[in-house]
């Protein structure tokens, strides 16, 4: 069983800057992690992913140029920097894992789920 533990998230003004962290436990070897976000009354959806055997990364293209993803192999930590984030991007945001590669980033191929954390973007 893994654990996903997430940190970081809060309440910000249009344009401004969060960095969420999630920290895996219990398995050391590779996964794809990355991030999903759900906004009010609507579908979970996709926002970025990466495999920790390297093989690139995925953002949804509502993110592109604005966030970006990144690993700790050593920590087991991967991080997601948002920048110039906009009122449209608050949802609850929650951290994920399957197993091997990232291929399609779908939350019907997710294997574990963190326990999510708030992103709140005021304009």
């Known amino acids: 069983q893994v654990q996903l533990v997430e940190s970081g998230g809060g309440s910000v003004q249009a344009g401004g800057s969060l960095r969420l962290s999630c920290s895996r436990y219990?398995?050391?070897?590779?996964?794809?992690m990355g991030w999903f976000r759900q906004a009010s009354g609507k579908e979970r959806e996709g926002v970025a992913a990466?495999?920790?055997?390297?093989?690139?990364?995925y953002y949804a293209d509502s993110v592109k140029g604005r966030f970006t993803i990144s690993q700790d192999n050593v920590k087991n930590t991967v991080y997601l920097k948002m920048n110039s984030l906009k009122p449209e991007d608050t949802a609850m945001y929650y951290c994920?894992?399957?197993?091997?590669?990232?291929?399609?980033?779908?939350?019907?191929?997710?294997?574990?789920w963190g326990q999510g954390t708030q992103v709140t973007v005021s304009s």
């Open positions: 219990s398995y050391s070897g590779d996964l794809c």
């Open positions: 990466t495999y920790s055997g390297g093989l690139g990364t």
């Open positions: 994920a894992a399957r197993w091997g590669p990232c291929g399609v980033w779908y939350p019907d191929r997710v294997n574990y």
